[in-house]
């Protein structure tokens, strides 16, 4: 969770995450890497800098524009908006390449407590008989009537537009869109619904002029140091009498579709600061995150599914204990081999429960792939619980995803060898080599082919050859090495010993009921799991395409743990019940009984598409459901590992203590 929580939300993480949460605290002198507090003072007046720690300057950083109704991400140049030149870009890190991320420096910069009113930033010109110009101008209207937004940053921190809603509340969105579009039936979209002068038919009005304003709070024992804790803006349109000389008044800035000749369009901004003690720096990012849709029912909403897994989880757990104890204890009491032959059920089979199943190299890859997928879900989510990968620390989420993806490569290889080995695999090279390029294969095409797509839309989100580059020399270099070296330890092993000998003549399967088939329960077995996630799962859709913040990565590691209890519990019963049917064919089943709950999700994230997305266009179409292949096949090896572990447990566990000899 965020370390820039308040209280209640710092409780609330720490009793979900652990006691190392109180290390982060505001009153000592610890803070996240690159989240320490930038302190701020006014120019010295006789014009010398007495080696001062605190800055006057403040820049304004931009990053990609994005919009709900397209996929497609573009570079704050892509707009022909005002730029500065010369200026380097700040590095980005992996995460931030992956996701698309594009900061760069921009014209907007602003002296601390030195208040600006309607100051000139640049002036462009388009001609629509240039070709070049008419393209330009097209696509800034194309970007306002998709309702691109700008995402302009302060000191680390987004720059806001704060307004109205219903109930007398404020969403504070950190981003503001370019501009907006009234049809030509006098329909205004989006946010034209502001101001009542959008009145033009078949226009477009651009926000060529922000009103900003910059809280800041004195530092205690520090003075005259200050630091932002606020940073909200106001897009408004002008049309500039003089663009030279502008004076911001006058109407708004409208681009009418039939509009020829020549266009002039002015960017202008007005700065103010005001000092709020009430907010502290720790807390600065409060305001963003309650203000959010839905963030009041959400806590109301993952309480109330927690509280509904919680009850069936214990429903599920109290009849394997009692059901499981009477058989133990029944089997156990037997006196004489007539007995054991009247018997029937789960013990008929414990010759044959350990038989390698069919297909046994796929699924030893698949386990393997699972177990890497696991551990790395494992700890990023724990890392992010302590605040580690936070939101405000762009793009450490998934470039500490990927690297302990990589670095996980030994033990994907051993769990795979180890299984393979028990499955009576002799074919050890092909095992090693599939486990290091069958699922990341797959998931590295499936992403190139998006990137391509990418790449022929111009978008921002488009990954450098070189990025691309890398991450294939981390996968072969790294990855793929150490692979091989857990598969060596994998085969150098002694095969994992059964507590039951298997026969060498199969046992022939009765006939099974409807339910005890195998399709009907693996579509069963991955409700139960879906039912504990779905709730997370629209607040992570929301924020991965919806562009909105999450932060509440305290709930969403409860969730896991949760989701990992429930795909164990649900296989290992319905596992149990198969058994008793006298159907050993347990290995393949449990794993794609909770891995189907990735059906389940992919289902989801169909309907998810139509009924809250509004993305138009068919490459946006193509990427949302390239992406979402790529997620479901993560979460599907991911699942299925847990419930295969979870059934491998329970199976060995009930051979192993009734007497079957």
């Not at 999450?550 to 429930?566: A, C, E």
């Not at 809250?612 to 096949?633: R, V």
Request: charged share 15%; proline share 5%.
């Amino acid at each position: 969770m965020m370390v820039f929580l308040r209280v209640r939300l710092a409780v609330m993480s720490a009793f979900l995450c652990a006691a190392p949460l109180l290390l982060v605290q505001d009153a000592a002198a610890f803070y996240l890497p690159g989240l320490a507090p930038v302190s701020f003072c006014e120019k010295p007046q006789d014009g010398k800098d007495a080696q001062r720690e605190c800055q006057d300057k403040i820049e304004v950083f931009v990053n990609r524009l994005d919009s709900v109704e397209s996929v497609l991400p573009y570079e704050y140049t892509a707009f022909d908006f005002c730029t500065v030149e010369a200026e380097k870009r700040p590095s980005e890190n992996l995460g931030q390449v992956l996701f698309g991320e594009r900061i760069e420096p921009s014209p907007y910069k602003f002296s601390f407590k030195q208040k600006e009113t309607c100051k000139h930033v640049c002036t462009k010109k388009y001609s629509t008989s240039k070709a070049e110009d008419k393209a330009n101008l097209d696509f800034l209207k194309k970007g306002m009537l998709l309702n691109y937004q700008h995402h302009w940053i302060v000191d680390n921190m987004p720059v806001t537009w704060c307004y109205d809603v219903e109930d007398n509340q404020k969403f504070c969105n950190p981003g503001f869109p370019i501009g907006c579009y009234v049809t030509e039936t006098g329909l205004a979209k989006d946010a034209c619904v502001v101001n009542s002068e959008f009145s033009d038919k078949d226009s477009f009005y651009i926000f060529n002029h922000v009103d900003i304003t910059i809280y800041y709070h004195n530092v205690e024992n520090e003075a005259p140091d200050s630091r932002l804790v606020a940073a909200k803006m106001e897009p408004k349109s002008y049309k500039q009498n003089n663009p030279d000389a502008p004076d911001c008044t006058g109407p708004p800035m409208s681009l009418s579709n039939k509009l020829n000749g020549d266009i002039v369009v002015p960017y202008t901004y007005s700065v103010q600061f005001k000092e709020d003690p009430n907010i502290r720096w720790a807390s600065r990012w409060d305001y963003i995150l309650e203000s959010m849709p839905h963030t009041n029912i959400q806590w109301f909403s993952i309480m109330n599914s927690l509280v509904i897994v919680l009850f069936l989880s214990g429903m599920v757990a109290m009849i394997m204990l009692r059901t499981l104890h009477k058989d133990i204890a029944r089997y156990n009491q037997m006196d004489s081999v007539e007995d054991a032959q009247e018997e029937f059920g789960w013990k008929l089979v414990h010759g044959d429960v350990f038989r390698p199943p069919r297909k046994g190299m796929l699924l030893s890859v698949f386990l393997g792939s699972g177990t890497q997928i696991f551990i790395m879900t494992f700890v990023t989510l724990f890392f992010a619980c302590l605040g580690f990968l936070s939101p405000a620390n762009r793009g450490a989420l998934m470039t500490c995803a990927v690297v302990l993806w990589v670095l996980l490569g030994t033990p994907a290889g051993y769990i795979a060898a180890r299984f393979y080995k028990s499955f009576g695999g002799e074919k050890w090279k092909t095992n090693v080599l599939l486990t290091a390029f069958l699922c990341p294969g797959v998931v590295f095409a499936d992403f190139f082919l998006m990137n391509l797509i990418l790449w022929g839309e111009g978008s921002s989100a488009a990954m450098p050859f070189g990025t691309l580059v890398a991450i294939l020399a981390l996968w072969f270099c790294i990855s793929v090495p150490l692979t091989f070296v857990g598969a060596y330890f994998g085969f150098k092993k002694a095969g994992i010993e059964h507590p039951v000998r298997t026969n060498q003549i199969p046992r022939q399967i009765p006939e099974q009921s409807f339910y005890t088939k195998p399709l009907p329960g693996i579509v069963m077995g991955g409700i139960l799991p879906f039912g504990c996630i779905f709730i997370q799962l629209f607040f992570i859709l929301n924020s991965i395409w919806s562009h909105q913040m999450y932060y509440m990565f305290g709930f969403l590691f409860l969730v896991f743990i949760i989701l990992v209890i429930t795909c164990s519990e649900a296989t290992i019963l319905l596992c149990y019940f198969h058994l008793c049917a006298e159907d050993y064919h347990w290995q393949w089943r449990s794993f794609l009984t909770s891995g189907f709950t990735a059906a389940y999700f992919l289902v989801y994230a169909v309907h998810y598409f139509f009924s809250k997305l509004q993305i138009t266009g068919l490459a946006s179409t193509i990427l949302y459901f390239g992406y979402t292949m790529i997620m479901a096949l993560i979460f599907f090896l991911f699942t299925g590992t847990i419930g295969f572990f979870a059934c491998f447990w329970f199976v060995t566990k009930i051979y192993s203590v009734v007497k079957v000899d």
